[in-house]
């Protein structure tokens, strides 16, 4: 029979990230700090012996010992994936059958829907308030009328910057029967992380990932935690060797680095914090930024119906940062980048405020 390209993948567009170079890059959440010399150092000498013409361990056991040992969890109940989007995929493929129906929130992580639509799983798409927060009784309302059996959401939200506390979580936890797939992967900016309650639920599926906080988006590692049953299953869907032998080594090595986590991890809260204490001053002096939404990740969201004029005016001075329709996704730099940003977005907003869009 003659083969043709399926529909649903036909009419996906490619990812298109931002092409060209920036002097400032605050579009993708990724951390600001860069390996200091001597962890690169240490680095470079234990790469000398790695055994690069065989197989990596199909389970990166260390890497796992290393995340447990920092984020205070049983090493069993970890699987590591090339990124958290592996993982996202594979709970896609793999977990959803022919009766599965996945929530996803809107507006939340955009790889959700596109798996979804990717692996061919029916999607319902959980509105939000609003303001963008999640009204937990409503939602899961929602769910169980719905009958999803899937749920997908990012906590803190990526886009929104807004975070679900823990008990609103457990609450969805409680009262649906779905399996809960909680995408933590800005959790290290705030407090609110179920990790601790691993074991005590059988239908939740923790995600973590080294691309924000930990400063290794280059290398792609992402883990799923999660009860026995589940991580025996994840870890018999995975692809045998998916986490490469340099990235494992990496990982290990930074994951083990508590010093420096907890340096990276309270600096970047304390910019992300100052940055947006700044631009709410900032959409005081020009209402025309309609709303500054309080950060419990490394980045600030803000609506404004300017969106696309400032991104575009950011990018010719050098600065990108993300566009979203009505809405600006800034991820935090380091002090001088927050600085010139403030400085340039002020410069922008005045040519407005002269034209009377204030
Ligand atoms: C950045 C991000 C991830 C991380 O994906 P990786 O594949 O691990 O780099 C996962 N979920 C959300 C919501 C993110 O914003």
């Not at 605050?26 to 962890?39: F, H």
């Not at 205070?72 to 970890?78: I, K, S």
């Not at 696309?308 to 010719?316: A, G, N, S, T, V």
């Not at 002090?335 to 400085?343: A, D, I, P, S």
Request: proline content about 5%; hydrophobic content about 40%; aromatic content about 10%.
């Amino acid at each position: 029979m003659r083969y043709t390209i399926p529909d649903k993948i036909k009419q996906l567009v490619p990812y298109q990230p931002l092409e060209g170079d920036y002097q400032i890059r605050l579009d993708a959440n990724e951390s600001y700090i860069s390996l200091s010399p001597i962890q690169r150092q240490k680095l470079q000498e234990q790469f000398v012996n790695l055994p690069f013409h065989r197989y990596p361990d199909p389970y990166a056991k260390q890497v796992c010992q290393s995340f447990a040992a920092f984020y205070q969890v049983n090493p069993e109940l970890v699987t590591v994936g090339n990124g958290s989007d592996e993982l996202i995929g594979l709970i896609f493929s793999a977990f959803c059958g022919d009766n599965d129906k996945v929530g996803v929130f809107a507006h939340d992580f955009s790889m959700y829907q596109i798996d979804c639509s990717i692996f061919g799983v029916p999607c319902e798409v959980i509105p939000k308030q609003p303001d963008l927060t999640i009204q937990m009784d409503h939602a899961i309302s929602y769910i169980n009328q719905h009958q999803i059996s899937v749920v997908v959401f990012s906590n803190p939200c990526n886009p929104t910057s807004l975070g679900v506390k823990r008990e609103e979580v457990i609450k969805l936890l409680n009262k649906t029967q779905a399996l809960i797939v909680l995408d933590e992967a800005y959790m290290d900016f705030w407090d609110q992380s179920l990790l601790d309650k691993i074991e005590e639920f059988d239908r939740l599926i923790i995600l973590k990932t080294c691309s924000k906080a930990i400063g290794l988006a280059g290398i792609r590692v992402g883990f799923a935690v999660a009860n026995q049953s589940l991580t025996v299953a994840l870890k018999a869907a995975k692809p045998p060797y998916n986490v490469n032998c340099i990235s494992q080594e990496i990982a290990k090595t930074i994951l083990s680095d508590k010093e420096y986590l907890m340096m990276a991890m309270q600096q970047i809260t304390a910019h992300c914090k100052w940055l947006n204490r700044q631009l709410e001053a900032l959409a005081k002096e020009y209402p025309i930024l309609e709303v500054v939404y309080p950060s419990d990740t490394n980045f600030i969201f803000i609506k404004t119906p300017l969106a696309k004029d400032i991104w575009e005016q950011l990018l010719k001075r050098s600065i990108a940062i993300r566009y979203m329709g009505d809405y600006l996704r800034i991820s935090t730099g380091n002090e001088q980048e927050n600085q010139t940003l403030l400085t340039e977005l002020k410069q922008i907003l005045e040519q407005y405020h002269g034209e009377g869009v204030r």
